[in-house]
């Protein structure tokens, strides 16, 4: 499926035209209500004028990736996808990539065109310094999805907070995956032992963190974006706002490791 530049101007306004033409034909695993509430941050943080580049370690097919790819365009910063490309090689991925999501289309319409990198490595291979050179910048959002392995993750998450610009956020998948244990034991220790990064929101499978300074406020658009879905068609959200709304605060708000963090279940 190609999209041509006219269709890009409309999805780069319509985040659910998004979801559903473009991010849904894209092959991965992501939960649909977790890509619509990271678009939610993104979007917040692009309106808020918080600036920084994007990362994700572990782009697979770039499920995940294209809703960085998106927001990278619509302020003209560098989005990079750190990949070993073990999976899917490198020219495969950047064939499928152009079929599914047509960044050249997206770059003739975008304010000051595409600046999306692809580097293949393993992130164990990348210092802070190496990668914040290739960014040009702190990061606003980084993803982590590469390896499930504790150590990797471990490594990951502190390079992460490392790069990461102050009001940064970052999706750490499949946390409490019962077949990824390690990337729970990682997170769980490395909120324990750090004390600058923190959760505040846990969305199906994902779990968001940032500097401690603005998880109240990320908490909070979260919380107002889930409830101004009203009338839409999203059930997650219809439990949410009825557990809101009769006051039933423990379905929607976890004390979690000493922190409040938001969740909405799978």
């Given at each position: 499926m190609n999209i041509n530049a006219d269709r890009w101007s409309i999805l780069l306004r319509s985040d659910r035209e998004f979801l559903s033409d473009v991010v849904a034909n894209i092959t991965g695993w992501l939960d649909p209500y977790a890509a619509l509430r990271t678009i939610d941050l993104l979007n917040h943080q692009e309106n808020q004028d918080i600036k920084?580049?994007?990362?994700?370690?572990?782009?697979?097919?770039?499920k995940y990736f294209s809703l960085l790819v998106r927001s990278a365009a619509r302020t003209s910063e560098c989005v990079v996808g750190l990949d070993t490309f073990d999976y899917v090689d490198k020219n495969t991925f950047q064939e499928q990539f152009a079929q599914r999501f047509s960044p050249d289309s997206l770059a003739a319409v975008a304010p000051s065109g595409l600046n999306l990198k692809l580097v293949e490595?393993?992130?164990s291979s990348m210092s802070a310094t190496s990668l914040r050179q290739i960014l040009a910048s702190e990061a606003r959002f980084i993803s982590i999805d590469g390896s499930h392995e504790y150590d990797d993750v471990m490594l990951d998450l502190r390079l992460a907070d490392d790069i990461l610009g102050p009001g940064g956020i970052i999706a750490a998948d499949d946390y409490l995956n019962p077949i990824s244990l390690g990337v729970t034991a990682a997170i769980d220790r490395f909120i324990d032992t750090n004390h600058t990064i923190v959760p505040f929101a846990y969305v199906s499978n994902k779990l968001f963190l940032c500097?401690?300074?603005?998880?109240?406020?990320?908490?909070?658009?979260?919380?107002?974006?889930?409830?101004?879905?009203?009338g839409t068609e999203e059930p997650k959200s219809a439990a949410y706002q009825n557990n809101f709304n009769a006051g039933a605060w423990r379905n929607i708000e976890a004390r979690y490791r000493g922190f409040r963090i938001l969740t909405v279940r799978l």
């Open positions: 920084g580049s994007l990362l994700e370690i572990g782009i697979f097919k770039g490595s393993a992130s500097r401690s300074a603005w998880a109240d406020r990320y908490r909070s658009v979260l919380h107002d974006a889930i409830l101004a879905d009203n």
